[in-house]
């Protein structure tokens, strides 16, 4: 028996609607946004079903992001994805631009390709790009420009707000590879981001290289071959890692026992899930628990 989400373990929040449209795919905020973060669940461990976006131009929170803590910096963009780990540590207001958008919004014929930008499927689970001065000035008249055409009723207004976003999107991907990865369109590396993209998918469902091979019409052989010459990793490493990752953000922000976590990862035997867990992080899961929550507590 396979559980196919790990939000019973750690709550998932949709996105509030915004305050001028009501919409539920996309919305964006400007200023002081202290008020975000009123409810009481926000300052525990939550998963966001929608990506979320935050233009600082001035604040300090602290939080964190999966298992690595964050200060926020002044003139800096974060970014988040859907199955990431959000843990705010304080609510000290902060000025800039907020945004956050659904697969729902990405889905629309329109922005399909949007969905295959670096910064959507955010291949290293980054969450934070250093602006140059010319970085600040362009996101932030982007920001501007999405704020105002979303409160605005005029005519060609969808098309305005989707065509800002588009370059928006765009020039942030490219900051993107240019910070976190040296993505580019070769056959062999579009094989590598579909593979990657169907672990996400997958990953609790499915741990066996032979079941992506499936997906992609391939042969398990060929697809190995691709993935270890283009990431130097294996193919099985990849599952792997994503599934440890997993447990590890599940080990560190909630308290579920290692039965609870094994069999939320797809795993039928929690003495397996521990041997697997061991054997790749030289470690028990409750030993990491305790060494992790000893060093940043």
Known sequence: MYFTETEAIIAKHGLVPDLITGSTMFSINKAHCSVMYKRTDFLVPHRKDYYFWAFVKDGANKHWIDDKQYTLKPDTFYFTIPHQVHLKEDAKPFTGIVLGFTDEFLSLEENSMLRQLPVIQNPDNG????????????????????????????????????????????????????????????PERVLLKKYLSKIEENYIQYHEVTAYADMLNISAGHLSEVVKEQSGKSAITHIHDRLIMEAKRLLFHTDSSIKEIAFALGFEDASYFNRFFKRIVNDTPVAYRTTVREMYH
Do not use: P
């Open 127 to 186: 969450h934070e790009l250093n602006l140059s001065d010319a970085d600040v000035a362009f996101i932030g008249d982007m920001l501007e420009k999405i704020y105002i055409e979303n409160a605005n009723n005029n005519n060609w207004q969808h098309s305005m707000l989707m065509s800002y976003m588009r370059v928006l999107m765009i020039y942030l991907s490219r900051l993107y590879v240019e910070q976190f990865s040296n993505i580019d369109t070769a």
